[in-house]
């Protein structure tokens, strides 16, 4: 599969003003910090913070918005930078005086719009875990409504921005990364279908397709996401991959986690409820959540996920088999 090889995984590209939280956000998402120690976090002055993570699904690069240096330089390649990238995240500091990030939020999104059409323009309200709930609604508005006003005056009207409300220090930046992640994947609808398949014919309540390094659900079934369900799905990954860590074999080189084809787990918890982790392949996991008497039929369970595993395998496959159809005959 060359899901492998990453060519087809989606592309985001971090950016912002200095200080606005995007190492933050890569660490805490990526890298598995905990949200007090980006305090600590040393401030570069290095423009291009590159992190391509193999052991993700996800491709992520972070551009600290160009001060100094504009898009007219040369070190600013905009057309390789913004042409090969699905989306186009760009981080605010919510705490801050944001007039100066608003202004440049309208340079980088008309630029990159100018050179790829197809990009989706996201903003991060960040840092809202200070504001008091009245002032986070507050700031959305307007921010929403200052940006849109900008983009309509420079006669940009046919250009969406998407706001997400964010903070590292609760689950709301994995939650605005699962939103903006499922819209660079084509086959969402599918895989959504194929969880809602999963989920009558095997009596579990709601499932969730996880990025299993970053969290990030990449698909879910159609049923309505509740945070707290999102959030113990996570806290079962992180469970699942400290012990992993602990007890697994591991290469080091490779700084790959012992998540393997073998990886599974189950927890009870005390209301009744199971939540059960399988491995879908080397990114990507399936984590369940149903009610412990319907886990009695673990076998039909076990063999449905097995028919799943193989149905998302073929669906990524075949894209990618389309993919390279069109590239060796553009004329037909
Ligand atoms: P960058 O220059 O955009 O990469 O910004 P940094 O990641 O270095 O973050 C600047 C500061 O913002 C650090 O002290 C972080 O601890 C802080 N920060 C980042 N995200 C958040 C957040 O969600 N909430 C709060 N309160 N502080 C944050």
Redesign the pocket.
Known sequence: VSLSTGEHKPRILLM??????????QKVVFHKMS?NE??F?E?TNKIV?DDINNSSFVQFQ?W?FPGQIDFIDSTFDSDTIFGGCGALVF?I?A?DDYGDALDKLNLTVTKAFKVNHNIKFEVFI?????LGDDFKMESQRDIHQRATDDLNDAGFDQIHLSFHL????DHS?FEAFSKVVQKLIPQLPILENLLNILNTNSAIEKSFLFDVVSKIYIATDSTPVDMQSYELCCDMIDVVIDVSWIYGIRDEQLEATAFDEQSSSLIKLNNGTVLYLREVNRFLALVCILREDNFDHKGIIDSNFVSLREAIQQVFELRNKSQSVMLTSPGS
Do not use: A, E, M
């Not at 960040?126 to 200070?130: C, F, M, P, Y």
């Not at 964010?166 to 220090?169: A, G, L, P, R, V």
């Open positions: 912002g003003l200095r200080r606005s939280g995007k190492s933050s956000i949200p980006t305090l976090l401030s913070k972070i600290d981080v500091d705490q960040h840092k809202v875990d200070g964010t903070s590292i220090y930046i």
